[in-house]
C-alpha cells in the first residue's frame, strides 16, 4: 500500500515539473510576442495555456484522491498539500505570461519606447532563466535552487522599480499610453518571478518542513 501511495505521489511531481515546464514555454512564447513582435506565437500560447489548465485540474484531482483513499500524515501531507499550492501557482504563471502577450497584442505602438527596451529585454531573460531553474528546484529541491531564485527575483524587483520611476516621474515625455503599457508589462514580469519563488519555497518546505526566509514570502495569486 506504502509503495503504492509513493508512486503516486512521484506521478504527482511529474505532473507539477511538466507544469513547470509549460509555464516556462509560455513565458518564452509571450516574450516572442512582446520583444519580437511574433504575432503567431500568441496561437502557440494559447494552445499551451489550454494544456496547462488541464494539468492544473488533474493535479488537484490526484492530490484530493491521495488525501481521501490514503490519509498521509507529516511529510507526505505536507508533500500533497504543497502540490496543489505550487499547481495554483503554475497555473497562474500561465496567466501572466498570456497577460505579457495580450498587451503587447493589444497596443504594439505602445508595448515600451525604445529607450527601456534594454531594461525589458534584461526583465525577460531573467524571469525566463527563473522559470527554468524552478524545474530543478521541483525535481530536487536544494537551499542553493531557492536562494539562487530569491536574489535574481532581487534584481527583478529593482528593475520593475527602476521602470515605475521613469513612468511616474514628471518629466517623462512619452505620453499615457506608452506608460500604462510600461506599468503593466513590468507589473506581469514581476509578479510571475515572485510566484517562480513562491513556489520554489512551498516545495523546499514539502521537503525540510520549514519555509525557508524570503523577501517574497508566499506570494498570492492575484496581480
Known sequence: MRERFHGQLSVLGELLSSMCGMACEELHLANRVFLDRDVEAAAELATVEARLNAARTRCEESAQKLLALQAPVAGDLRTVLAAVYCADRLERMGDLAQHIADQALRAPEFAVPDALAGRF??????????AEDLGSAIDGPTAEVFHSLARSDERVDALYEELMTLVTDPEWADGVAPAISVAL????YERFADQVVSVARRVDF???????????RDAPAEL
Not at 121 to 130: I, N, P, Q, R
Not at 206 to 216: F, I, N, Q, R
Open 121 to 130: 529585454g534584461e526583465m525577460a531573460g531573467l524571469v525566463c532563466s527563473m
Open 206 to 216: 514539502a521537503l525540510t518542513g520549514e519555509l525557508p526566509e524570503s523577501s517574497v
Open 185 to 188: 508589462l513590468a507589473r506581469f
